[in-house]
């Protein structure tokens, strides 16, 4: 149980382009997920976090406006990179804590990863 | 969550014990213990977590210090598949949207 997929596993854009990557708990509810981003050679680093129904909470440093998150369901999450520009290119991992009546666990999975490449 | 300190990188032999060790020296004392691991491009996994008592699982054993300043996660036979980067992580057990920050790891490898 308690696995997390994301959509698609890898993809190629140009620039100005706008891409959408899906995170999807397959087998559980997520009331709260998780957006990471990690370049090469690098550790996860935490981009946002995203309640079901509510906006986000971005990091530091991180642009909202260019890195939408949408959370509309327990299930789902997306991310969407705005106008994607050659440094954007970077993999990106959701992750999801499991839900139990409505109060996130202290578990958290991950999903298996986006890679993005912005030409 | 309470910094952790890794070794950058480690080796070991195919089919013998990893020891990967991890200080925590400001641990709290409501805080656990986790590792997680990440192969090369894909997310990462759990592996185990603890509180004081050494735990054990299918995967690994892990020894945490009397003081709680230290511990160590041990893959009893490691395989070419155990290659990855190792990451010790402490964090309070809660039920609130604290997630998981990751540090810089300790990449192992085994050698055939």
């Known amino acids: 149980g308690a696995v997390v997929s994301q959509h698609p596993s890898r993809v190629i854009c140009k620039s100005g382009t706008s891409v959408k990557i899906e995170c999807r708990s397959l087998?559980?509810?997520?009331?709260?997920m998780f957006w990471y981003r990690q370049f090469p050679k690098k550790s996860l680093m935490l981009m946002a976090t995203s309640n079901e129904g509510s906006k986000a909470t971005y990091e530091q440093g991180v642009e909202k406006d260019k890195f939408l998150i949408n959370h509309a369901s327990l299930t789902l999450s997306t991310l969407t990179v705005t106008s994607a520009h050659p440094e954007d290119s970077s993999f990106y991992i959701c992750?999801?804590?499991?839900?139990?009546?409505?109060?996130?666990?202290?578990?958290?999975?991950f999903g298996p990863g986006t890679r993005l490449t912005v030409t | 969550d309470a910094k952790t300190t890794q070794p950058t990188s480690m080796d070991c032999a195919e089919g013998r014990a990893a020891n990967l060790p991890c200080n925590h020296s400001t641990i709290s004392g409501n805080e656990y213990v986790y590792w997680y691991r990440q192969i090369h491009s894909q997310g990462p996994q759990y592996i185990i977590h603890?509180?004081?008592n050494n735990e054990t699982n299918e995967m690994a054993s892990l020894i945490i210090t009397e003081d709680r300043k230290s511990s160590t996660l041990i893959l009893p036979h490691a395989t070419l598949r155990d290659t990855a980067v190792y990451y010790c992580i402490v964090r309070v057990v809660n039920s609130g949207n604290t997630p998981l920050v990751f540090g810089k790891g300790t990449r192992l490898s085994v050698i055939a």
């Open positions: 087998d559980f509810q997520a009331t709260t």
């Open positions: 603890g509180l004081k």
């Open positions: 992750s999801a804590r499991v839900s139990v009546a409505g109060v996130s666990r202290y578990e958290q999975y």
